[in-house]
């Protein structure tokens, strides 16, 4: 019997700690909205003429390329302070065309971390879907001030932002 109090303690103690986990976890995480720049975005006229290979289309046109970007680009970032003082970045776009949709020569989505003395740091390229017109990037950081920033760029491996920006978001951890 004693040994069943002791058990029915031991769990009772060990789901109390996981539900203050689970809040505390909870509070580290803070979620944004990104400020999206969707005139980037938008598929050039020239772009859209030389890939459909004849004159440019109206949006509304249903003969349109299926590449071509619903004009309702959405995005989302989430910081969640983790171990050792860093902080995890979740960024994930919808809506997003093709780079060489956007622009000429884009080839890559490019996420930049600038810090506040405004030394910016490529990140990394936005691992894009195009079946599903979206992007996701997970990256670390140990600046709990940034903003962040998504461009379209030929080279995922540009030592600074060239391209056009797409989204951006000032960031200020707790």
């Given at each position: 019997?004693?040994?069943?109090?002791?058990?029915?303690?031991?769990?009772?103690?060990?789901?109390?700690?996981?539900?203050?986990?689970?809040?505390?976890?909870?509070?580290?995480?803070?979620?944004?909205?990104?400020?999206?720049?969707?005139?980037?975005?938008?598929?050039?006229?020239?772009?859209?003429?030389?890939?459909?290979?004849n004159s440019p289309r109206?949006?509304?046109d249903p003969a349109r390329?299926?590449?071509?970007?619903?004009?309702?680009?959405?995005?989302?970032?989430?910081?969640?302070?983790?171990?050792?003082?860093?902080?995890?970045?979740?960024?994930?776009?919808?809506?997003?065309?093709?780079?060489?949709?956007?622009?000429?020569?884009?080839?890559?989505?490019?996420?930049?971390?600038?810090?506040?003395?405004?030394?910016?740091?490529?990140?990394?390229?936005?691992?894009?879907?195009?079946?599903?017109?979206?992007?996701?990037?997970?990256?670390?950081?140990?600046?709990?001030?940034?903003?962040?920033?998504?461009?379209?760029?030929?080279?995922?491996?540009?030592?600074?932002?060239?391209?056009?920006?797409?989204?951006?978001?000032?960031?200020?951890?707790?």
């Amino acid at each position: 019997m004693r040994l069943l109090l002791r058990h029915w303690f031991l769990r009772a103690a060990l789901v109390g700690a996981s539900v203050t986990c689970a809040f505390g976890c909870m509070q580290a995480t803070q979620t944004y909205a990104l400020v999206l720049h969707p005139e980037n975005a938008a598929p050039s006229s020239a772009a859209a003429a030389s890939s459909a290979g004849n004159s440019p289309r109206s949006p509304g046109d249903p003969a349109r390329s299926p590449d071509a970007l619903p004009t309702g680009m959405v995005g989302s970032l989430s910081v969640e302070l983790i171990e050792g003082g860093q902080r995890l970045v979740v960024l994930q776009l919808e809506q997003l065309p093709p780079p060489e949709r956007i622009a000429p020569g884009l080839r890559e989505f490019v996420v930049w971390l600038e810090d506040p003395r405004g030394g910016e740091v490529n990140v990394g390229t936005l691992h894009y879907d195009r079946a599903n017109h979206s992007g996701n990037l997970l990256a670390t950081t140990d600046l709990p001030a940034f903003t962040i920033r998504v461009t379209g760029e030929r080279d995922a491996r540009a030592a600074e932002p060239t391209g056009v920006l797409l989204a951006e978001r000032r960031v200020v951890t707790n």
